[in-house]
């Protein structure tokens, strides 16, 4: 016998003594006998390649087909759904379940885009873009995907033939407690117009359990209770177990020389929590594009404390978990206790720790150098919440990677971009050296070293100006020394924009001169924008579809341009009678909700006068509901027969206060207590009512904007970054009234003087004002109103003392007072104008037609080319490849 050969048989299988590919090739080919080790390996090979390429061809062949669009394949597939994933029956089966089973079959269409995407994006080797964002405001998800994917008839359809309606469905959808306001519905508007022009970008962001809270309004007072938007599940998630990182607190750090003599710095010891990948696809409209938005749970490296639990410490054995567990719970805990300060870094590290581990994860699977990561990725900031990233990535690169730190450093710079989003002090986070030592030690140290080699190029610049180096210094000297987060976010990336011309300036002029002048090119602008889809297509359907009528064309969905075309039409009675149509029945719907919360049936003849956002000082909301009052109080005053020819006003307020903000909250008590008494006031038949809308959300937004005859944004000029309700209510054919501030400035560039009620102080004006001795007596108008707030009238003097403390010229650090004859003379610009019904319409038309420059597309753009250096990636089915 030849020792060369091997006899091989069956015995040999049944033995275990061969390997499991050998097994395949005995039970394939019934071996038995004897052949080379060398013949017999490349039979093995040849038939391990003809099964792979079977089994490729068949996955191929049940992959490269998508769902069916027909009405009777999408019933099928919802009701695959009701009986297979949510095990209910045919008489089991009520409009909740209705409504996760449509989601889930919309999501298994997403999840096939979704997937044919990401593996064009890897397979064509494209720059990704990374969005860091605290908060994504996606607003509900179905009615919008259904129609970026342009199904929403067939499942209309559908869903008809199975008794149910889809418009009833969509209600069922809980709100996502993912963002509070602007900052996070931005970057819902970025996503969907990133994912409409095929650009290769990931988002990146926590997954609260529990949203900021849900407002209630109890005996005019806001009240505060958990928004569990997670009790029912979200069906537009991915749990993915498969991608998870550990993130450290806490701990040691030490240096010791390793094998080749070099310094090596490790961090040691701490907490360890584990950061698990949920994602949701986002659709793009009309493309086969779908981007991810990646949101990170916490939990514990192990489940539980097993040792403990056997040793009948129950108690302790889950406190771990329930600790893990706790740091994204909730979006912005209270920070007005040293407690919520260090959860809120927590929630912030955590963040960025597992997106960086996540894109260095992706970079790595490229098997390039990690030089070339500048050119796979670019990292956006937005806001200063993600600042901690900086300092991570380069530890990652210095602690982790062996770079040199100059080599580290430039790369870090190149990645980076900031957005700032306010010159307020308060939203420029500073975190004091203490805490950082404690809770990130090691990025306390090299917080101290950027500083260091920031300074010293200071130094070189401004020799000898103290002043000046203490300005630009990323350490604010005090007790205890604090730490400049926007200061090191500017230091740290290679662009920084504000996001409306005015701010931009004064970004550059008053929050950062020095380094504007040290770095000019760093600076720039890129106004923020909306998207046309959610704000439009799916928020005011009867809009959309007189301009695709008049248009002959929806292209204007994806080129907001082309709605500048609609000017021809201003003087078409036919277009004007449309337009009219369409807001009338936004109206109703608004009106038909203001009924169902308070009782009350309004004129929808009357002018809706909106103010919806956030309850700050600087917003003004107090200068509204001061005008609200003072225009109550002149009705009194009139005959019946003057009281006929006011021009009735139903005006709305919606907004959340600050849980720990007590004048925002005292604002709202005064606006309820308003309420109440106009409200009620039969005397002046009707021609002013008051609400303030509870739990102000992306849905409620979609019910009010369409609705708005006019939107007050009337924030103290200099002080709001941009704004973009401003621009959904002027998309939407509602006018403004508003300050020289933020994007209001822009607006009235693209639309026309004549079409927006400008008042007040500029910005210069403002900080002039402030600046001089405050004058000596104010409006008689005021005073009247003040003095009628004081004789409890609306609210008690607990709540009247605080607010009225404001205005007087020396406190009025927000200009209402000086501001309140102009708002005044502003309030009866628009009465004259709303009289001239047809005049009106005109001015909406035209401004509607003019604002093309405000879609978020125009912004993704040039965030794009300006910033990001990527370009689009569309994705044609014809480019899979399955590769493996």
């Not at 508007?189 to 609260?208: E, F, H, K, Q």
């Not at 498969?242 to 907490?271: A, E, H, I, R, S």
């Not at 102080?761 to 001795?773: F, G």
Request: charged share 25%; net charge negative.
């Amino acid at each position: 016998m030849d020792k060369n050969k091997r006899t091989l048989s069956f015995q040999d299988l049944a033995n275990k003594t061969v390997s499991p590919a050998e097994s395949r090739y005995l039970v394939h080919h019934a071996v038995s006998g004897t052949t080379s080790p060398q013949d017999w390996r490349k039979a093995i090979d040849e038939y391990d390649d003809q099964q792979q390429s079977r089994r490729r061809e068949l996955l191929y062949s049940l992959m490269s087909q998508y769902l069916s669009r027909d009405v009777a394949s999408i019933e099928r597939y919802i009701v695959d759904h009701v009986e297979h994933t949510l095990a209910r029956t045919r008489f089991n089966f009520d409009k909740f379940d209705a409504y996760l089973a449509t989601a889930l079959s919309v999501r298994d269409r997403l999840i096939e885009s979704w997937n044919d995407t990401q593996q064009y994006f890897t397979e064509a080797g494209v720059k990704r873009a990374y969005y860091l964002s605290m908060e994504f405001l996606m607003g509900r998800q179905l009615q919008n995907a259904l129609i970026n994917l342009g199904i929403h008839d067939q499942y209309r359809e559908a869903l008809k033939e199975l008794g149910f309606d889809l418009e009833v469905l969509e209600e069922e959808e809980p709100e996502p407690g993912l963002g509070n306001g602007g900052l996070g519905r931005l970057a819902a508007c970025y996503m969907d117009s990133l994912a409409t022009l095929n650009y290769p970008v990931w988002g990146y962001g926590i997954r609260y359990q529990y949203g900021m809270f849900e407002q209630k309004i109890k005996d005019g007072n806001q009240v505060e209770i958990p928004d569990f938007w997670l009790a029912k599940g979200n069906p537009w998630e991915m749990q993915r177990l498969d991608v998870t990182y550990p993130v450290q607190f806490y701990g040691n750090v030490n240096v010791v020389n390793n094998k080749d003599g070099k310094l090596q710095v490790y961090w040691q010891g701490g907490q360890v929590v584990r950061a698990i990948a949920y994602d949701i696809p986002v659709p793009g409209f009309d493309t086969y594009n779908v981007l991810n938005l990646r949101l990170w749970s916490s939990s514990p490296p192990e489940e539980f404390d097993l040792e403990a639990f056997n040793r009948g410490d129950y108690y302790s054995s889950i406190g771990e978990k329930q600790l893990a567990e706790k740091l994204t719970s909730v979006l912005y805990p209270n920070d007005s206790t040293e407690a919520g300060k260090e959860l809120r870094l927590k929630q912030q590290y955590f963040f960025v720790s597992a997106t960086l581990q996540d894109i260095l994860r992706r970079f790595q699977k490229l098997q390039l150098p990690i030089q070339q990561l500048v050119n796979k990725a670019a990292i956006q900031l937005n806001d200063t919440h993600p600042t901690i990233a900086i300092p991570e990535l380069m530890r990652l690169l210095v602690d982790d990677r062996g770079l040199g730190w100059e080599e580290a450093w430039e790369l870090t710079v190149q990645i980076f971009s900031y957005t700032n989003h306010t010159v307020l002090p308060e939203a420029l986070e500073k975190w004091p050296v203490p805490m950082m030592e404690r809770l990130l030690p090691r990025h306390m140290q090299i917080i101290y070293e950027i500083n260091k080699r920031h300074l010293e190029v200071v130094a070189q610049m401004f020799p000898g100006d103290e002043q000046i180096r203490e300005s630009v210094s990323l350490i604010e000297e005090g007790y205890p020394k604090m730490i400049r987060m926007a200061s090191l976010a500017v230091v740290g990336s290679h662009r920084v924009n504000g996001v409306a011309a005015l701010h931009s300036q004064l970004v550059k002029k008053q929050l950062f001169p020095y380094f504007a002048a040290m770095t000019p090119d760093k600076f720039l602008n890129i106004t923020n924008g909306v998207t046309p889809r959610r704000w439009i297509m799916v928020a005011n359907p009867a809009l959309a579809a007189v301009f695709t009528r008049w248009l002959e064309s929806d292209d204007w969905i994806t080129d907001t341009r082309m709605l500048s075309q609609l000017e021809q039409f201003q003087e078409n009675d036919d277009f004007i009678r449309e337009i009219e149509e369409a807001k009338t029945k936004n109206k109703q719907r608004l009106a038909l909700k203001i009924s169902q919360l308070f009782g009350i049936n309004v004129d929808t003849d009357a002018l809706f006068d909106i103010q919806v956002k956030r309850i700050h000082e600087y917003k003004r909301q107090l200068l509204n509901i001061l005008g609200v009052i003072y225009r109550y109080l002149w009705i009194k005053q009139l005959d019946a027969e003057q009281i006929k020819t006011v021009v009735p006003r139903v005006v709305v307020f919606a907004g959340k206060a600050a849980a720990s903000y007590a004048q925002a909250k005292r604002i709202i008590r005064l606006i309820n207590g308003v309420a109440s008494v106009v409200n009620n006031d039969t005397s002046i038949d009707n021609r002013l009512k008051v609400f303030f809308l509870p739990n102000y959300n992306v849905s409620l937004a979609e019910e009010i904007i369409p609705a708005s005859d006019i939107s007050q944004h009337i924030s103290t000029a200099g002080m709001e970054a941009s704004g973009t309700s401003n621009m959904k209510f002027v998309m939407n054919g509602g006018l403004i009234l508003g300050t020289m501030d933020g994007a209001n400035i822009e607006i009235l560039e693209h639309i026309g003087k004549e079409n927006i009620f400008i008042f007040g102080l500029n910005a210069d004006q403002v900080e002039e004002a402030r600046k001089s001795n405050p004058p000596t007596q104010l409006d008689s108008r005021l005073e009247q109103v003040k003095a009628t707030i004081a004789n409890g009238t609306f609210c008690n003097p607990k709540v009247a003392e605080p607010i009225l403390s404001c205005l007087v010229p020396q406190n009025d650090y927000y200009m209402i007072c000086r501001d309140f004859p102009a708002y005044l003379e502003a309030q009866n610009m628009v009465d004259e104008a709303f009289k001239d019904k047809r005049g009106w319409i005109k001015k909406t038309i035209q401004s509607m037609a003019r604002m093309y420059y405000f879609s978020s597309d125009r912004a993704v753009e040039e965030y794009a080319q300006k910033i990001w250096n990527i370009e689009p990636a569309p994705f044609i089915p014809s480019t899979i490849s399955f590769k493996e």
